[in-house]
């Protein structure tokens, strides 16, 4: 069996990596199983770091398409494009894509109209705003993938009730805790960590991504300023990147505690996370790794991609509220945060299930 797996954007190595090390495992007992590794953008993306993938323990991609961001209608037209060329001289049985992105999408219906398989891991996440570019391409690929790969029972449900065929659909748990397991002895502690005076569960950590916050500047100006006064002067750690870092500096906010750094690598922020005393985020990544790291997270944002980091983990949702995230800020630093309790089947084996799913699949 051929798989050709699709990353997008940084955050899905993170997700593939466990399952390329699952692959390797089942080629190791004698299983007839490979796969290439397909990069959507540029191979000299400053967003991949050298380390990246020694971090994650995986290989390189085996290619790239060479799409850069433009427009969302003219990348998807060049994925496609070079998605088809790719798979006209390397053809595969299964296309395994993840997450919403517009290569997610783009790579999902090319594979579609050739009919191979498709794979979509993340199925079933839902904002159930069809405004967001993101839930358009989530939507699409549902809808034509074989494998609905999903995180949770909430995923599950979304799926039904849109109609999906039950027999497509594979609750296997959450694949970034099978790569925050296999990497939690492994995390770096960064060397600029103690010029910097932090101590252990003695910093905040912030991080942001989303344009659409960065768009609004008294809003932004709002929440980071509330962060601030709420910190009662301890360390806010902020690794950036430089667009976030060039909107943040915009803003001419001065505190002798907020300090922005670049972007961190996997295990330098993996170590980041895990010793911070809390996390102010809106990434929906960072908030399910804190969960499993018992680490309390405020989200700057409507909704969680995975509902049970907020049902019953460590994380809050505070929208664009500077008056919630006060609140939270208070609960926070006076130690009144509750614990989290680990959803089901976020053990680690989620990319061996899929995997053995695949390998059935093709005896079926």
Not at 144 to 152: E, N, P, V
Not at 163 to 171: R, S
Not at 305 to 323: A, C, F, M, Y
């Amino acid at each position: 069996m051929k798989i050709t797996i699709v990353a997008g954007a940084r955050p899905n190595f993170m997700k593939i990596a466990p399952i390329t090390r699952a692959i390797r495992t089942y080629q190791e007992a004698g299983k007839n199983i490979s796969f290439r590794l397909i990069y959507t953008g540029k191979q000299d993306d400053k967003s991949l770091d050298a380390s990246l993938y020694s971090d994650l323990d995986m290989k390189k991609p085996d290619g790239y398409l060479d799409v850069e961001e433009h427009g969302q209608s003219e990348v998807a037209a060049a994925i496609m494009l070079a998605f088809e060329k790719e798979l006209n001289e390397h053809p595969a049985q299964v296309v395994l894509v993840v997450d919403d992105l517009t290569s997610t999408m783009s790579c999902a219906i090319v594979a579609k109209k050739r009919g191979l398989k498709v794979a979509h891991l993340i199925a079933g996440t839902r904002s159930f705003d069809m405004n967001m570019p993101r839930e358009v391409n989530r939507t699409i690929v549902d809808a034509i993938s074989d494998y609905l790969f999903t995180a949770g029972m909430i995923a599950n449900r979304n799926l039904n009730q849109e109609g999906m065929i039950p027999e497509y659909i594979y609750y296997v748990g959450n694949i970034l805790i099978d790569t925050i397991r296999y990497n939690r002895k492994r995390l770096l502690q960064p060397v600029w960590f103690s010029s910097l005076g932090l101590k252990k569960n003695n910093y905040l950590l912030f991080t942001l991504n989303r344009h659409e916050l960065l768009a609004q500047k008294p809003v932004l100006r709002d929440l980071i300023q509330t962060m601030i006064d709420k910190s009662e002067g301890m360390p806010i750690i902020a690794p950036l990147h430089p667009y976030v870092q060039n909107s943040i500096k915009s803003l001419k906010i001065k505190a002798p505690n907020f300090h922005i750094l670049p972007s961190q690598s996997y295990l330098h922020f993996g170590f980041l996370v895990n010793e911070a005393k809390g996390i102010i985020t809106d990434s929906g990544n960072i908030a399910e790794e804190a969960t499993f790291l018992d680490v309390p997270c405020i989200t700057l944002n409507s909704y969680a991609e995975h509902p049970e980091t907020w049902r019953i983990g460590s994380n809050e949702l505070v929208n664009e509220s500077p008056d919630a995230l006060s609140a939270c800020m208070n609960t926070l630093m006076h130690g009144q945060w509750k614990h989290a309790t680990l959803p089901d089947r976020w053990d680690g084996r989620t990319a061996e299930r899929i995997v053995q799913i695949i390998i059935n699949g093709e005896l079926k």
